[in-house]
Each structure stands twice: as C-alpha cells, then as structure tokens.
C-alpha cells in the first residue's frame, strides 16, 4: 500500500505489528496503523490530521499535529497542563466548509491501483536524538528511520466495503 498527496506518491505505507494495530471492533470502520516510508522524491510532509465529516456540503478538513519529539516525552508527562475548558461552538464559513484542496487531501492505494479515500487519516513525525535509536528500531523497519525521524500513519476508513485488504 502507498500513501498519495493529491496526485504525488507520499512513500509505501508498512503495516506496523499486530499488536500495534488498532482493535477492530463489530460496528466500527476499519482502521489500519503503518510506518510510512518515504518515497525519494516526495512532497514534504508534515504532522496533520485530515478528515472527512459526513455532512453534506462540508470537505476534507485538517488540523496540524506537532512532532511528537521522543526526548521530551518524560518531561511533557510530568508538567501538568491545565484543561483549557469549554469551546464555543461557531458555524464554519463557506470557506472553512470547502476543506482542503484535493490536492492537499491524503489518500492510500492498494496495489493494484485503488485508492481508498479515508475517513480520518493521521500523520505523525516523531523525531530521536542518535541514542535512542535504538528505541525506534524495536519495531520500526530500518528503512523507516531517515535522518532521526520515522513517520507513522493510522487511517480510519468509511466501511470494510471501502478498505484495503490487509
């Protein structure tokens, strides 16, 4: 399987483990976690979440993930970060409803060609300092560490009607 931006190869998505895999529950899209191998001539990529609400009139949408960056992460666990609290709801502006441009919107072939377009797709970059390499390379493939960064994606999809065989 491979990971497409618009119309240019994103790189060949790698199933992580089993257990790595989202619980597939009755009732439920499926979903799929994988390691993303970047393609040599790929567009840049950076952390988002894309994802397509079911209302009529209303595109892809995306929010920007920041790097989960593996050096910090016992520091982030031990500050408390207080709730930010309730959100006020506002209507989206027929601008905001568009979406992003197809272009823009990320998709996954098979194969054999078929694209799958996802419900909800992820895109994160984590990025190791040279020591804990080690710690990426337990379960990403070495291919996947390129320049300290290995890229992960999980994607919801619509319907097993609409997902990739894995």
Known sequence: MT??????LVGELLLRSPAHQPRQREGKPPSLAAFLVRAPDAPPCEGVWQFA???VGVGVQQR???????AQRYQRATRSQPSSGPVALHPMSPEEAKGIPTEK???VHDESGRVYRPLQLS???SRYEPE???DAL?????NALVDGVVW??????TSTLDAPAT
Not at 3 to 8: D, E
Not at 138 to 142: D, F, N
Not at 152 to 157: D, E, M, N
């Open 3 to 8: 990971l497409w931006r618009g119309n240019q």
């Open 53 to 55: 609400p079911p209302i």
């Open 64 to 70: 920007p993930i920041a790097p989960d960056i593996v």
């Open 138 to 142: 337990r379960e990403a493939p070495p």
């Open 123 to 125: 895109l994160l970059e």
């Open 132 to 134: 804990h390499y080690a």
């Open 152 to 157: 992960t994606v999980l994607v919801v999809f």
């Open 105 to 107: 919107q990320l998709t």
